[in-house]
């Protein structure tokens, strides 16, 4: 089974604070991907990752940056975090080859409040 | 106006009834529809996909896409209470960069006992 996991489920930060959320997945997928959720906006691609050290903005980069070191390992970074920031993130993966290339694995989610 | 339209809910309806779960979309170059479950405090999982229009049955589960209408939908027969969760549809057209999926809002369903 894969598995994604997220360094933390639930998180409360203050304005201005730099702000890091990891994600591992251990399937050896090369694409990974961060999102954000929110109420009747659905899933909002932030960045994803073809592979190690590639990036590529998505939809909503604004305020967010990310860094993918491993393979296995793909970190979201906020900036100087903001009051509109706080939202559900969930990351996922993807495995790069087969006939399935749009599934994509989610993790948990962690849930951010910025205060 | 979205890409992808869905009508959030919340959806309640009795167990073992019907359930019918939609989305309409617009751009027209969408192929793979899938539906994505997401229980609550989880991250979503693939339920179901289909490829260009058609029906697609597993179990208890239909997904049905009508290209020409731009509409798709997901039919959940003899509901469960461990149905109840969001259903999210997602869709790719296979030749954008990098395979993106769109997403809808998401369609809250509960199911009572």
């Known amino acids: 089974d894969v598995k994604v996991t997220q360094s933390s489920r639930y998180l409360v930060k203050r304005t201005g604070e730099k702000v890091f959320l990891e994600c591992v997945q251990d399937m050896d997928h090369e694409n990974m991907f961060w999102y954000r959720q929110d109420p009747g906006l659905g899933l909002r691609l932030i960045y994803f990752?073809?592979?190690?050290?590639?990036?590529e903005k998505g939809d909503i980069p604004e305020g967010y940056s990310v860094s993918r070191e491993k393979k296995e390992r793909f970190s979201l970074i906020l900036e100087s975090a903001s009051t509109n920031q706080t939202s559900m993130y969930l990351c996922a993966s993807r495995i790069y080859r087969g006939l399935k290339n749009y599934e994509q694995y989610f993790g948990p989610g962690t849930r951010l409040t910025v205060t | 106006q979205k890409e992808v339209e869905q009508d959030p809910g919340p959806l309640s309806v009795p167990e073992g009834a019907i359930v019918s779960l939609n989305c309409t979309y617009s751009n027209s170059a969408f192929q793979y529809f899938m539906w994505y479950r997401q229980y609550s405090r989880k991250g979503p999982e693939l339920l179901m996909y289909?490829?260009?229009?058609g029906n697609k049955e597993d179990g208890r589960f239909t997904a049905q896409v009508d290209k020409s209408s731009k509409y798709i939908s997901l039919f959940i027969r003899d509901s469960q209470p461990s149905d109840s969760a969001t259903y999210l549809c997602a869709m790719t057209n296979l030749v954008n960069a990098g395979n993106m999926l769109t997403f809808g809002g998401g369609t809250r369903l509960m199911v009572k006992p």
């Open positions: 289909t490829y260009s229009s």
């Open positions: 990752s073809y592979d190690v050290k590639m990036k």
